[in-house]
């Protein structure tokens, strides 16, 4: 009940197309789900986070899309460039505790 | 720079000794987290802190594991007797609590147990 699992593990992308990541959760108490970036040698920084009340939310290029009753949600870069390159998370949780996905490797094609 | 430090950056030992790793989370952030990051996985959450209390830790905290956060400040991670399965990416978050709850991390710190 705790999994939270993440897919593509890799995606290579043109620049200027739509990376596509998703993910699924399992417990239904969860209520923060966010998207983390994560380049080589730093720590996770936080893009774009949704509540469950919400079935999407856009910041600039980033959208999340949130699916409550099929218990999933996605993040969608759009006009995807080479700076986007790095390692994606999601996580799921609520309170203090975040449950990770495994992570997307996203390398964009110039 | 306000955000999240850890030091060291990078730590080498050798197996059977103990090792400490210091985290100073942004000043006015009462939450502080540590985790556990493997190559190629998510960071595992390893324990949590609501200013000085801890209070909550996760099963992957062994016995050789102790966190501490004396004055609700800067927190320590140390681990003793350390086992080659330790060598890991530690990263430390902080957070202002509250709905919008981000956790912001730090740079980690890159254990190698030889």
């Known amino acids: 009940q705790q999994q939270v699992k993440q897919s593509p593990q890799s995606l290579i992308v043109q620049k200027g197309g739509i990376s596509i990541i998703n993910c699924a959760y399992e417990?239904?108490?969860?209520?923060?789900f966010p998207w983390y970036q994560q380049f080589p040698g730093k720590g996770p920084a936080l893009l774009i986070a949704?509540?469950?009340d919400v079935s999407e939310k856009k910041e600039g290029r980033f959208t999340i899309s949130f699916n409550k009753s099929a218990k999933q949600f996605s993040l969608h870069i759009m006009d995807s460039q080479p700076g986007d390159s790095a390692t994606y998370f999601c996580?799921?949780?609520?309170?203090?505790?975040?449950?990770w996905g495994a992570g997307t490797k996203l390398i964009i094609k110039p | 720079d306000t955000g999240v430090s850890q030091n060291p950056r990078h730590k080498i030992t050798k197996r059977g000794q103990n090792v400490t790793f210091r985290c100073d989370p942004i000043?006015?952030?009462?939450?502080l987290y540590w985790y556990r990051q493997t190559l190629g996985q998510g960071p595992e959450f390893l324990t949590y802190?609501?200013?000085?209390?801890?209070?909550?830790k996760s099963r992957l905290l062994s016995d050789r594991f102790s966190a501490e956060r004396p004055k609700g400040s800067f927190s320590t991670l140390e681990i003793q007797r350390t086992e080659q399965g330790d060598s890991a990416m530690y990263l430390c978050?902080?957070?202002?609590?509250?709905?919008?709850?981000?956790?912001?991390f730090g740079p980690g710190t890159r254990l190698t147990v030889l």
């Open positions: 802190f609501q200013n000085e209390a801890q209070l909550e």
């Open positions: 949704i509540r469950p």
């Open positions: 996580a799921a949780g609520g309170n203090y505790q975040l449950i």
């Open positions: 000043s006015e952030h009462n939450r």
């Open positions: 417990n239904t108490a969860f209520d923060y």
């Open positions: 978050a902080s957070s202002l609590g509250g709905a919008e709850d981000t956790q912001y």
